[in-house]
């Protein structure tokens, strides 16, 4: 365990206690997405990401289709703006982070079952309908930096059924993309404790690419172009 790591995770610690009286008072007022925000700006910054934004956020009711790296990839995001994420169900149960995810509203479902697919696409879609873009990682996992992995289609039904706008949005992280990538067989708490001791800032391009009409195309056509778009910028087609 590093300076740079307890110094980090005290910091971290301290902002979040600040923060959750002010995410109580807010949340009266269904504010509260921006305490999160707030927050995990700093969270972002403070693990040594340098954001920079390119294109127009969607805002209201919508879909962000993103391609994933790291768990960086969530206060990146969260931290740019006011979004909720999907989340496997697993998270829920993971003490500090699975408390925070709630926190952050996040809906969480079990992908490997598909006896639940129409309940989950349900969950989706009632979230989509509540004002704050709600976040999809498609691939269903973190890739290795280098390939965009297939994505899965069964959760875009919810952008179809709610009929809301979907928007590609592509991390970036240029030529470290690969070092900061989630390592295949790695686990959480070995991953965290690598980028928390990582000692140089890396900078991220985040690309929010020409949003597409979730209204009028069904799921796979969804998946196949979201793909296609994060692709493009990547490099990759």
């Known amino acids: 365990m590093t300076f740079r790591m307890v110094a980090r995770v005290l910091v971290m610690a301290v902002l979040l206690i600040v923060c959750l009286p002010i995410y109580g008072v807010f949340r009266l007022f269904g504010r509260h997405t921006a305490v999160v925000s707030f927050y995990l ?19 209201g009711n919508a879909l962000y289709v993103a391609n994933h790296i790291s768990w960086l990839d969530i206060p990146a995001i969260a931290g740019t703006v006011h979004a909720r994420f999907i989340a496997k169900s697993e998270i829920a149960g993971w003490s500090v982070i699975g408390w925070l995810a709630k926190l952050g509203g996040s809906v969480f479902v079990r992908r490997q079952s598909r006896s639940e697919t129409r309940v989950q696409a349900n969950a989706v879609s009632a979230a989509l309908t509540e004002g704050v873009p709600v976040v999809l990682f498609p691939e269903a996992g973190t890739g290795d930096g280098i390939a965009l992995s297939p994505f899965r289609p069964s959760l875009f039904v919810s952008a179809n059924e709610a009929r809301v706008t979907v928007q590609p949005v592509v991390l970036d992280y240029g ?8 390592p295949d067989g790695a686990g959480f708490v070995s991953e965290m404790k690598r980028m928390l001791n990582r000692p140089a800032p890396v900078r991220l391009t985040l690309h929010f690419q020409p949003p597409l009409d979730g209204a009028t195309a069904d799921r796979k056509r969804l998946a196949a172009e979201t793909h296609t778009a994060i692709s493009k910028v990547l490099g990759q087609v």
């Open 41 to 59: 700006s700093w969270v972002a910054w403070l693990l040594g990401l340098r954001i920079l934004v390119k294109g127009v956020p969607v805002r």
């Open 175 to 182: 030529t470290r993309q690969a070092e900061i990538a989630w």
